[in-house]
Nanobody, 123 residues
Framework: QVQLVESGGGLVQAGGSLRLSCVIS????????MGWFRQAPGKEREFVAA????????WYADSVKGRFTASRNNGKNTVYLQMNSLKPEDTAVYYC????????????????WGRGTQVTVSS
């Protein structure tokens, strides 16, 4: 059974940076594309970024393009989300998920999810 554990969230001022990590355990082979989603209070979960199994392909929501960077280290079974120039509207719980099938922007395309890490950006 695959487990995903996010970390690295916290409180940061607008303009600051955070790096989220997602450790994947329970799988010994077969790398999958991974996604990052976020959910703010009272809002639906939304796509943030995705990264291919090799790390050679990345996709981003327009709202974070140019500010966030997804990367991965398959040797460490870890996926990262570097977040720069953070804005108050980036405040949300951030989740990593393992892609199964379908478009990367759809939460229904992902099979396993972590429990999330809170990111709060103060103005």
């Amino acid at each position: 059974q695959v487990q995903l554990v996010e970390s690295g969230g916290g409180l940061v001022q607008a303009g600051g940076s955070l790096r989220l990590s997602c450790v994947i355990s329970g799988r010994t082979s077969d790398y999958y594309a991974m996604g990052w989603f976020r959910q703010a209070p009272g809002k639906e979960r939304e796509f943030v970024a995705a990264i291919s199994w090799s790390g050679g392909g990345t996709w981003y929501a327009d709202s974070v393009k140019g500010r966030f960077t997804a990367s991965r280290n398959n040797g460490k079974n870890t996926v990262y989300l570097q977040m720069n120039s953070l804005k108050p509207e980036d405040t949300a719980v951030y989740y990593c998920a393992e892609h199964y099938s379908g478009g990367y922007v759809y939460s229904s395309s992902y099979y396993d999810w972590g429990r999330g890490t809170q990111v709060t950006v103060s103005s």
